[in-house]
């Protein structure tokens, strides 16, 4: 795998998004636990772990050949999406690095292909 950001909509690396896949337990950082209380949509309820599938990586970034980090986005309520920032998990414990919400409605429609890799 070449380092660099990747994105869903013009793919990932093969492999790459089932590293978050399955039950983790979540550890927040400091940055985490405070955005969770000051995000423009409201106060973000933070849990101790959670169910991830694939389909919930929407970008994955590589370093010296190796999936570290990903942004997984996944249904919060009837408005909002949560996406988190998870470090590769180990042993199934991630690192939150941070969290913010997206309303279901935003769509990224103008993503900047030029920020990303295509596998």
Same mark, same amino acid.
């Given at each position: ?22 039950? *983790?337990?979540?550890? %927040? ?10 995000? !423009?949509?409201? $106060?973000?309820?933070? @849990? ?23 942004? *997984?986005?996944?249904? %919060? ?10 470090? !590769?998990?180990? $042993?199934?414990?991630? @690192? ?24």
């Amino acid at each position: 795998m070449l380092d660099g950001k990747y994105h869903k909509q013009l793919g990932l690396p093969k492999g790459s998004a089932e590293l978050w896949s399955g039950r *983790l337990q979540l550890r %927040y950082g400091n940055h985490a636990q405070s955005e969770a209380d000051v995000d !423009r949509y409201g $106060r973000a309820e933070l @849990f101790g772990e959670a169910e991830f599938e694939a389909a919930d990586v929407v970008e994955v970034e590589v370093a010296q050949g190796q999936p570290v980090k990903a942004v *997984l986005r996944f249904p %919060y309520d009837d408005d909002k999406d949560l996406v988190m920032v998870l470090q !590769r998990p180990e $042993r199934s414990v991630s @690192f939150v690095r941070t969290v913010w919400f997206n309303l279901v409605s935003d769509k990224h429609r103008s993503l900047d292909h030029s920020k990303y890799r295509k596998p």
